[in-house]
């Protein structure tokens, strides 16, 4: 998932809720992300994400949520004048901040500014490239590609794949 991909966005709410459905007992769901090159600023929300990653994992998907949520802020043109400062300093406080606190921003600024966080983010495209992936979003269940559905997945579709697999276990 590329957290500043319309099609990443539209993606992720049926998926969530097939994931709710079976409950995380019997279905994990692991989001790698994978910045686009073609979506400004995308590299900077990945990274964001595997800063706040390491200061609470919980707080990755209400993250990724926010980021969804308010895409249009920061997906292309409303950042093409704006310095990379900027545009970081921008998501620290209206994205970061509501999900991890105002007290943890200091833990989260020197976390993005670690070299730790840039090469999260540079791996998690290296590892989308080197499985295939060539847009968002991408699925794998258990470690299989899903090439052959029609895309995007419904709620319905979700279930109807899963299903099998689950009852199984």
């Known amino acids: ?15 969530r809720r097939a994931a709710d459905h079976f409950g995380a007992r019997r279905v994990a769901v692991v ?15 990945c990274r964001s994400i595997h800063t706040v990653h390491k200061l609470n994992a919980s707080a990755v998907y209400p ?7 308010y895409q249009e802020s920061y997906y292309n043109t409303p ?17 970061v ?10 833990a989260y600024r020197a976390g993005f500014n670690d ?3 840039d090469q999260a ?8 490239c080197a499985r295939g992936v060539t847009g968002t979003p991408y699925y794998f269940v258990n470690g299989i590609p899903l090439g052959d559905l ?19 276990m």
């Open 1 to 15: 998932f590329d957290p500043l991909c319309p099609d990443s966005r539209d993606a992720w709410p049926p998926l």
């Open 31 to 45: 989001v790698h992300l994978f910045p686009l090159p073609y979506h400004s600023s995308s590299f900077i929300a």
């Open 63 to 69: 993250l990724l949520e926010k980021f969804f949520k």
């Open 79 to 95: 950042t093409y004048t704006k310095t990379r400062a900027a545009v970081v300093a921008k998501i620290a406080n209206n994205l």
């Open 97 to 106: 901040a509501p999900v991890i606190g105002e007290a943890n921003l200091a």
């Open 115 to 117: 070299s730790r966080s």
């Open 121 to 128: 983010a540079r791996i998690s495209f290296k590892f989308g």
């Open 150 to 168: 029609d895309f995007p997945l419904d709620y319905d579709k979700w279930v109807s794949t899963l299903d099998p697999l689950v009852g199984k």
